[in-house]
């Protein structure tokens, strides 16, 4: 017997839940009949602080599955990070899987990612989904694809385009994964810096089962920033550059307006093209010295040591 724990955070999903129970328990009753080992699921459902119906019908569920239904919910909404550092730390399970609540991450699939990694021939530790054909509005992917180049050319972590924080993983990877103690969390990248051979399975994008996305334009642009401050230093090393190339190139100015002042007198011709240069360069500076802030922010909020989440009631 084994034991598959499934963290699925929650924000505001009070119609979703019951559709991803059913159709999740439906997939393990087939995977059970097709495998010989029995394979038993523990829901673990993060409330984030909902403000609808969300904990009602987690504290029902609960209530009429005792045994395999959890929830921890949150004082107030901490995040999609914060809902999965807090279940992926409560999770026990000998396999563990993440996946959101609104069957955009199809439970079928773990079907096969079992299999996968039950394979005594293959020793994958980790199988990921990448989503083929998500409709989305053209510059919304236009977006994503130059996140993915950017990250990709600035970190050492390499991530894949249209990969979800949908995945399963066995128990050591799960381990190693839990060693990673930031306040500052960006799943994906996690995920990718643990390391451990993984797999990618392929499949077609599906609109949410009801309800709506939570993120908004905004919020993607924010958290793509949140995200290359987390795995990269490569924006410090952009200012330091760029202030570096800008102090050369005022050099050879300087000797320039000297030599030639020297030879041809003083003038007070080019005062427009003096004033440009000092707005570009409190431009460049400000510029630089926002970068540097983004960083201290980041050292800041690590050195507090604040919880990333809080519990208000589980079971
Ligand atoms: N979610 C969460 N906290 C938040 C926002 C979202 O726990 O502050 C959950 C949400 O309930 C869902 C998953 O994260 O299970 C993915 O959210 P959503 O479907 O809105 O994102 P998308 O699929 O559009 O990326
Ligand atoms: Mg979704």
């Known amino acids: 017997m084994k034991t598959i724990s499934l963290v699925v955070p929650c924000y505001n999903e009070e119609p979703t839940i019951e559709i991803f129970f059913n159709t999740t328990e439906k997939v393990f009753e087939k995977l059970n009949n097709t495998h010989e080992?029995?394979?038993?699921?523990?829901?673990?459902?993060?409330?984030?602080?909902?403000?609808?119906?969300?904990?009602?019908?987690?504290?029902?569920?609960?209530?009429?599955?005792?045994?395999?239904?959890?929830?921890?919910?949150?004082?107030?909404?901490?995040?999609?990070?914060?809902?999965?550092a807090a279940g992926l730390s409560n999770a026990h399970g000998d396999y563990v899987a993440v996946m959101d609540v609104d069957l955009q991450d199809p439970p079928e699939l773990l079907l096969q990612m079992i299999d996968i990694l039950e394979d005594p021939k293959q020793d994958y530790e980790v199988v990921g989904c990448v989503q083929t054909s998500r409709r989305q509005k053209p510059i919304r992917?236009?977006?994503s694809a130059s996140f993915y180049k950017i990250i990709n050319k600035m970190s050492h972590v390499r991530l894949k385009q249209n990969v979800r924080d949908y995945r399963l993983m066995t128990r050591k990877y799960?381990?190693?994964?839990?060693?990673?103690?930031?306040?500052?969390?960006?799943?994906?990248?996690?995920?990718?810096w643990v390391g451990f051979k993984t797999k990618y399975?392929?499949?077609?994008?599906?609109?949410?089962?009801?309800?709506?996305?939570?993120?908004?334009?905004?919020?993607l642009?924010?958290?793509?920033?949140?995200?290359?401050?987390?795995?990269?230093?490569?924006?410090?090393?952009?200012?330091?550059?760029?202030?570096?190339?800008?102090?050369?190139?005022?050099?050879?100015?300087?000797?320039?307006?000297?030599?030639?002042?020297?030879?041809f007198g003083g003038s007070v011709n080019g005062w427009a093209s003096l004033v440009a240069i000092i707005l570009f360069l409190s431009g460049v500076q400000l510029f630089c010295v926002g970068i540097v802030g983004k960083y201290i922010g980041k050292i800041y909020l690590e050195t507090k040591h604040?919880?990333?989440?809080?519990?208000?009631?589980?079971?």
Not at 223 to 252: H, R
């Open 306 to 315: 604040r919880p990333k989440f809080i519990i208000a009631e589980r079971a």
């Open 174 to 192: 799960i381990n190693a994964l839990l060693k990673l103690p930031e306040y500052n969390r960006f799943s994906k990248g996690m995920f990718s």
């Open 141 to 143: 992917k236009f977006l």
């Open 37 to 84: 080992s029995n394979y038993y699921p523990n829901y673990l459902f993060i409330n984030d602080g909902s403000t609808d119906k969300t904990l009602n019908i987690l504290r029902k569920l609960h209530n009429s599955k005792p045994n395999i239904v959890h929830y921890l919910s949150f004082s107030r909404n901490f995040g999609k990070e914060s809902a999965l």
């Open 201 to 219: 399975l392929k499949y077609e994008g599906v609109p949410r089962s009801a309800g709506t996305s939570s993120w908004s334009m905004f919020q």
């Open 221 to 263: 642009f924010e958290y793509s920033l949140e995200a290359i401050v987390d795995f990269s230093d490569a924006p410090l090393k952009i200012a330091t550059l760029s202030g570096g190339l800008i102090c050369v190139l005022s050099i050879i100015g300087l000797i320039f307006v000297v030599i030639r002042a020297f030879f």
